[in-house]
């Protein structure tokens, strides 16, 4: 079946705009992640959905980053007033509910100049 | 939250077995291990999962120490499309932790 699927695959903006990133997670998966990975390290953590609401928002570094799922299904990572140190892959993940494996998109990798 | 500790890079002789050990002696009792791994620009793969059985599906075996404290995933014949970063992880709630991971070289 599908898996998650994530666009734009690349994306290059310039300091200061407004950027939109959208994921699609696996059909009937209530549970939505969100992760950043910069070069040379491991995916870290930003935000988790189940359902509609955001269940755990502890990872976003700022007020900057925004993430939403109207309708618990495809969701969409937005940062405002975008930086250099913002570019990164971001990488969404799915799980049939929380707890449970979850599996992931292959990333939108961002370049901010 | 159980860190994890794995070394930093392993090489693999093509159509050996890899034997990938991650420490997590901080470890609690419902916290389970689980094993990704990253492909040179792509996103994390599922490996595995365990608590404290060892574990087997068709892509590894995963092995976990009585004490919970160490655990070792191991591919039974390695190939050069094993070549990859492989994350040992501890899950605390709904967060996977990743560390650095193991850079495997699987080799000719």
């Known amino acids: 079946g599908a898996g998650v699927s994530q666009t734009p695959s690349n994306k290059v903006t310039e300091k200061g705009k407004y950027v939109e990133l959208r994921c699609d997670p696996i059909?009937?998966?209530?549970?939505l992640y969100w992760y950043r990975q910069s070069l040379g390290q491991g995916p870290e953590f930003l935000i988790y959905?189940?359902?509609?609401?955001?269940?755990?928002d502890s990872g976003l570094p700022n007020d900057r980053f925004f993430a939403v799922r109207p309708e618990g299904s495809v969701s969409t990572l937005k940062i405002q007033r975008t930086e250099r140190g913002d570019s990164a892959v971001y990488l969404c993940?799915?799980?049939?509910?929380?707890?449970?494996?979850?599996?992931f998109g292959p990333g939108t990798r961002l370049l901010v100049l | 939250d159980a860190k994890t500790t794995q070394p930093p890079s392993m090489d693999c002789a093509e159509g050996r077995a890899a034997n990938l050990p991650c420490n997590h002696s901080?470890?609690?009792?419902?916290?389970?291990v689980y094993w990704y791994r990253q492909i040179h620009s792509q996103g994390p793969q599922y490996i595995i999962h365990?608590?404290?059985n060892n574990e087997t599906n068709e892509m590894a075996s995963l092995i976990i120490t009585e004490d919970r404290k160490s655990s070792t995933l191991i591919l039974p014949h390695a190939t050069l499309r094993d070549t990859a970063v492989y994350y040992c992880?501890?899950?605390?709630?709904?967060?996977?932790?990743f560390g650095a991971g193991t850079r495997l070289t699987v080799k000719p």
């Open positions: 059909s009937g998966h209530t549970a």
């Open positions: 959905f189940q359902g509609t609401g955001a269940a755990d």
């Open positions: 992880i501890v899950r605390v709630n709904n967060d996977m932790r």
């Open positions: 365990g608590l404290k």
């Open positions: 993940a799915s799980s049939l509910s929380n707890f449970e494996t979850q599996y």
């Open positions: 901080t470890i609690s009792g419902n916290e389970y």
